[in-house]
């Protein structure tokens, strides 16, 4: 008498209907065929055949998705470029879509914040805002072209200097200043997912500090085309 092999309902089951259940489902699959193949009374190929292929189906799908999310998120991730010629300040100026100097043209780009402040060391000068503050500007952008934010920081800052950057309320970046280039300039480039500028001709760029912590000091910022 014939008898339906549990292990090939279980492996369609696992693969249509339980979450994550392509693997449990692929190995099902194989050991009901095993036994199948042990035992002559045992019915259920065709079930097995089908639990396998949706679990191979199934799990080729989500590493092709697994794949994709991480080979993004490694193309978005931030760069840090130290930018001390003539010529490398050069070539980031040919890609500027829009740029803050900071106690300059910042009212330009409705600079807000909250428990922000200016603060100038000899001839240069950077925004900041502890406590959890923030600050915010507006900032042009070219709405067909991938977008980059380019951010100055100097290296050697206390601790306490970590905050998110958020485009249009999205955070893009988490940035600590602690033990970073000590004693140096450098910039930050945040490649901005195109999704937050597509069709816009400004978004909102705003640098949030984490709870009791300080956002920047910030020596000025830049919107480059990728």
């Known amino acids: ?11 369609l089951i696992c693969s249509v209907l339980v979450p994550l259940g392509a693997v449990p ?28 292929l949706i ?9 092709v998705l697994a794949g994709i999310f991480c080979l993004e998120q490694w193309h978005l991730r931030p760069v840090k470029v130290m930018r001390d010629s003539p010529a490398a300040i050069a070539a980031l100026q040919a890609r500027v879509a829009d740029e803050v100097i900071i106690d300059e043209n910042e009212d330009d780009h ?17 925004r900041s805002a502890n406590r959890g503050g923030s600050f915010s500007y507006m900032m042009k952008v070219l709405p ?23 485009v249009d309320g999205q955070i893009i970046a ?15 480039e945040y490649k901005i ?5 597509r069709g816009k001709t400004e978004v ?15 020596y000025g910022c830049q919107m480059l085309e990728w």
Do not use: W
């Open 1 to 11: 008498m014939d008898h339906f092999s549990a292990l090939a309902v279980a492996s």
């Open 25 to 52: 489902g692929i190995v099902c699959g194989h050991m009901a065929k095993a036994r199948m193949r042990r035992n002559v009374f045992l019915v259920g190929e065709k079930m097995a055949n089908a639990g396998l």
């Open 55 to 63: 679990g191979y189906g199934v799990l080729t799908a989500t590493l």
């Open 110 to 126: 409705d600079v807000d914040g909250v428990m922000d402040y200016v603060r100038t060391t000899g001839e240069k000068s950077s």
């Open 144 to 166: 067909d072209e991938a977008m980059t934010l380019n951010c100055r920081y100097r290296g050697g800052e206390e601790k306490g200097h970590l905050f998110d950057i958020a």
């Open 174 to 188: 988490t940035q600590d200043l602690t033990d970073a280039a000590p004693g140096q300039y450098f910039d930050m």
């Open 193 to 197: 997912p195109e999704s937050l500028t």
């Open 204 to 218: 909102k760029v705003e640098f949030q500090a984490h709870p009791g912590m300080t956002a920047g000091g910030l």
